[in-house]
């Protein structure tokens, strides 16, 4: 009889920050190209949701990345590359404050470079003091850098105002302009790592540009495993239903792009991505309605409750998924 060898670990700290496009990719074990699950035989289909790379649900079967079976298997993330940059719906109103508060031409924080010192400091004496920096440091931080000028360009400012749940606009004298996701990310990228840092990022870890998505993560198969219903038809989870309505819309807007197809078109398949990886986060989110079944039921997506996802409906069958 072998005896395992149990190994033990002391954690030291955790945590949390946002990955990288670099990083998503690293982590990935399959790009994730068509929407569909399934070919004829019921086999998963290589570069689909189900790829064999992403794990496996099968109990005699093994997995394509670890060869372990489905008791073993960790499951195994794959990745979308996005046509355009989307933003994250959970990060809005970061993003609103940041693009406040740093220059829209240099990036910069607000704030004169006298005052960056005083900053600096004062965060150094509190770490130093409390062991850690309160957040209501870093707000009332964020709340001062809010100038007309900067002090470091001379470039003027313009008002940010942010409409629910991912536009922006920029207050001109000729009016609103619409920021568009390459815009807010562009900007968010001019800031450098030491003004990040007093609001309260640590850049190595969490970018603000990174918040703007150019890669989707997919996750493992066993996150959003299928079903066989009493009828022999396959039901899918509510995320694999989302993640294929992302793919088929990446696609066209993808394919359009590529035609040079007109400005509005472009825009309209943008939104219509941008609202797809939107619910597939949030389908609560206010300010756009939520995706739905073709039976009316609303999905259950990433930020609803796991055990309320319902993934025994049979309104988006396997046949359905590969239409």
Same mark, same amino acid.
């Given at each position: 009889?072998?005896?395992?060898?149990?190994?033990?670990?002391?954690?030291?700290?955790? &945590?949390?920050?946002?990955?990288?496009?670099?990083?998503?990719?690293?982590?990935?074990?399959?790009?994730?190209?068509?929407?569909?699950?399934?070919?004829?035989?019921?086999?998963?289909?290589?570069?689909?949701?189900?790829?064999?790379?992403?794990?496996?649900?099968?109990?005699?079967?093994?997995?394509?990345?670890?060869?372990?079976?489905?008791?073993?298997?960790?499951?195994?993330?794959?990745?979308?590359?996005?046509?355009?940059?989307?933003?994250?719906?959970?990060?809005?109103?970061?993003?609103?404050? =940041? =693009?406040?508060?740093?220059?829209?031409?240099?990036?910069?924080?607000?704030?004169?470079?006298?005052?960056?010192?005083?900053?600096?400091?004062?965060?150094?004496?509190?770490?130093?003091?409390?062991?850690?920096?309160?957040?209501?440091? &870093?707000?009332?931080?964020?709340?001062?850098?809010?100038?007309?000028?900067?002090? &470091?360009?001379?470039?003027?400012?313009?008002?940010?105002?942010?409409?629910?749940?991912?536009?922006?606009?920029?207050?001109?004298?000729?009016?609103?302009?619409? =920021?568009?996701?390459?815009?807010?990310?562009?900007?968010?990228?001019?800031?450098?790592?030491?003004?990040?840092?007093?609001?309260?990022?640590?850049?190595?870890?969490?970018?603000?540009?990174?918040?703007?998505?150019?890669?989707?993560?997919?996750?493992?198969?066993?996150?959003?495993?299928?079903?066989?219903?009493?009828?022999?038809?396959?039901?899918?989870?509510?995320?694999?239903?989302?993640?294929?309505?992302?793919?088929?819309?990446?696609?066209?807007?993808?394919?359009?792009?590529?035609?040079?197809?007109?400005?509005?078109?472009?825009?309209?398949?943008?939104?219509?991505?941008?609202?797809?990886?939107?619910?597939?986060?949030?389908?609560?989110?206010?300010?756009?309605?939520?995706?739905?079944?073709?039976?009316?039921?609303?999905?259950?997506?990433?930020?609803?409750?796991?055990?309320?996802?319902?993934?025994?409906?049979?309104?988006?069958?396997?046949?359905?998924?590969?239409?």
């Amino acid at each position: 009889m072998q005896i395992e060898d149990t190994v033990h670990k002391i954690i030291d700290e955790l &945590y949390f920050g946002v990955f990288s496009p670099q990083n998503i990719r690293r982590q990935s074990v399959a790009e994730i190209q068509t929407a569909d699950t399934y070919d004829e035989d019921g086999a998963p289909i290589t570069s689909g949701l189900m790829d064999g790379r992403l794990g496996t649900l099968e109990p005699r079967q093994r997995c394509k990345t670890c060869g372990n079976t489905a008791i073993r298997c960790p499951g195994h993330f794959g990745h979308i590359e996005l046509a355009v940059p989307i933003i994250h719906i959970e990060f809005t109103k970061i993003i609103h404050k =940041l =693009l406040q508060s740093a220059c829209r031409n240099c990036g910069r924080i607000l704030l004169p470079e006298n005052r960056v010192k005083k900053i600096n400091s004062m965060i150094k004496q509190t770490q130093n003091l409390l062991g850690e920096v309160p957040n209501d440091l &870093y707000k009332k931080i964020v709340k001062e850098a809010k100038k007309k000028d900067c002090p &470091y360009c001379g470039a003027q400012q313009s008002k940010i105002e942010f409409a629910k749940p991912t536009t922006f606009y920029e207050i001109l004298d000729e009016g609103a302009q619409r =920021l568009t996701q390459s815009m807010i990310r562009e900007r968010l990228e001019r800031i450098p790592d030491e003004d990040l840092e007093l609001f309260g990022f640590n850049p190595g870890t969490a970018r603000p540009e990174w918040m703007i998505l150019q890669v989707l993560p997919v996750p493992p198969v066993y996150v959003r495993p299928s079903i066989t219903l009493e009828s022999g038809i396959r039901s899918e989870d509510d995320l694999t239903h989302k993640l294929v309505d992302i793919i088929r819309i990446n696609q066209r807007l993808r394919e359009n792009m590529e035609a040079g197809a007109p400005t509005l078109i472009i825009q309209d398949l943008s939104e219509l991505l941008q609202y797809h990886v939107t619910t597939y986060f949030n389908n609560e989110a206010s300010g756009i309605p939520p995706a739905r079944h073709r039976s009316g039921r609303a999905l259950k997506t990433i930020s609803q409750p796991r055990y309320q996802r319902g993934r025994r409906s049979s309104s988006h069958s396997h046949e359905a998924f590969n239409a």
